[in-house]
């Protein structure tokens, strides 16, 4: 079977690590069979939906290396939308309601009251002519909800009705329709919530499996009932575990909370936010994976666990920093000149050989250019017997060529007339020719400054 999945995310806000799980679990998942991802925009509630988080949560797909095969936006498929809904209005499946919020909410508080479960009683079904008419008089305008089947004969007198599936996640589920109240497929000013425009476009648009948080579980016993009522046999399904914060807080797009963009502009690699979004909560060990194509093969939907994974920022800086270390020059030598690092100076790729292990993010590598080339830092000085030692060690600096053996030939020779070793050597002439006591291999340093530069910074 080939196998079509999608991504169905509201532009309402910018896409955080948690849509993005989503969105990598159905592409590895299609990637792994040879099939399609559909990037469909669930862009109907026009209020809220802005063009701008569209064309950033397709700058961040791509960035983290999703490339969809095909791009929708139902709100361009209203007409479709139009058509099932009237589909289901003539089957008797889809039946006006004219109660305010209000009037709900205490229906719902006095079943809680009687120890019920709130769900609602489908009182609209009782709707006279003449109530409708009254109704319709005071201006208000019908929201729309589905009926579901759980019943025999008399829709007020509901029975356990089990819809089972088989979850590629979380195994065979049941969900009781009975438990539930009518969903509203369409609200009173008529736009559409999301239940109906995705079923349809499930259906005309091939999907053979739905992968998505597993918020929507119970939803999913209703959404196969409307697939059902249209005619249409429903995808199977898979349902991941949620990500929330460290502290157990859901992450949502109006906080911005760990956004994508944020992320990328903060300069962690896209590979490392792949890495930690997939294989968090999972039984695989989460460990940085250069590639997708790495990723790819590491997936295993069936590996996700039931329970909430936290995640922690702390972990995807040591992933980033692992990635980092491994980065060749010229993946790299865009972001090193964005970065101030002169990519046409010969020196540039050596230098990002030694600096490399030093960075937590490609864009560290900028603060040690200068202190590679021209001038050091000021961030630690010497005093006393290290300062002595510091000033009289360059008149020790070995003659010829400046090379990675000369930083060897250097402490060696001044180890044997000193008598210093260890930290008490190096960390003096490390100070005195970076000015920070800490940074790449001296050894790899000595040969980007050259002779003169070296001199000149003689404490």
């Known amino acids: 079977m080939s196998v079509t999945v999608r991504f169905a995310p509201s532009p309402t806000g910018y896409i955080h690590i948690g849509n993005v799980r989503t969105a990598l679990f159905n592409w590895l998942f299609a990637n792994q069979r040879d099939g399609q ?3 469909r925009y669930d862009d109907t509630d026009t209020a809220r939906s802005k063009q701008e988080y569209a064309e950033q949560i397709a700058k961040d797909l791509d960035w983290l290396g999703i490339k969809p095969h095909r791009v929708a936006y139902q709100s361009k498929r209203m007409a479709e939308y139009d058509a099932a809904a009237q589909k289901l209005k003539d089957a008797g499946r889809l039946y006006p309601c004219y109660e305010t919020a209000e009037e709900l909410e205490r229906r719902r508080k006095i079943r809680l009251g ?9 009182e609209a079904l009782k709707y006279t002519e003449q109530e409708i008419t009254e109704f319709e008089a005071e201006g208000r305008k019908p929201h729309w909800r589905f009926l579901l089947p759980n019943y025999s004969n008399d829709p007020f007198v509901t029975e356990r009705s089990e819809v089972v599936f088989e979850d590629a996640v979380r195994g065979r589920q049941v969900v009781d329709l009975a438990s539930m109240s009518d969903p509203v497929l369409v609200r009173e000013d ?3 919530l999301y239940t109906l425009p995705s079923v349809v476009d499930d259906i005309e648009m091939g999907v053979t499996h739905i992968i998505r948080g597993d918020d929507h579980v119970t939803n999913t016993g209703a959404q196969i009932a409307v697939f059902e009522a249209l005619g249409s046999k429903a995808p199977d399904f898979g349902h991941h575990n949620l990500l929330t914060t460290s502290t157990g807080d859901g992450l949502s797009k109006r906080t911005g909370a760990l956004s994508i963009m944020s992320l990328n502009e903060a300069g962690y690699e896209p590979m490392s936010v792949c890495s930690l979004a997939v294989l968090i909560g999972t039984s695989e060990n989460v460990v940085a994976a250069p590639d997708m ?9 069936a590996a996700t666990t039931k329970s909430a994974a936290k995640f922690d920022p702390t972990e995807l800086d040591g992933l980033n920093e692992t990635l980092v270390h ?15 690092v002169d990519i046409d100076d010969a020196r540039a790729e050596p230098f990002w050989q030694a600096v490399r292990k030093n960075a937590k993010k490609v864009k560290d590598a900028g603060e040690w250019w200068p202190i590679a080339t021209s001038q050091k830092a000021r961030d630690a000085a010497l005093e006393g017997e290290d300062l002595e030692f510091a000033r009289a060690a360059f008149d020790d600096l070995p ?7 000369t930083w060897k030939i250097w402490t060696d020779a001044l180890k044997a007339r000193t008598g210093r070793k260890g930290r008490g050597l190096f960390m003096p002439l490390r100070i005195a020719l970076t000015g920070r006591a800490w940074g790449p291999e001296l050894a790899d340093l000595l040969p980007l400054m050259g002779r003169e530069e070296i001199l000149a910074r003689r404490p």
């Open 190 to 192: 008529g736009t559409y």
């Open 293 to 301: 194509e790495t990723l790819v093969s590491k997936f295993d939907i």
């Open 114 to 122: 009687r120890k019920l479960p709130p769900v609602y009683g489908r």
């Open 399 to 405: 003659a010829g060529e400046i090379n990675q053996e």
């Open 326 to 340: 491994q980065l060749e020059f010229d993946s790299v030598k865009q972001r090193l000149a964005i970065a101030g």
């Open 37 to 39: 991802f559909i990037l």
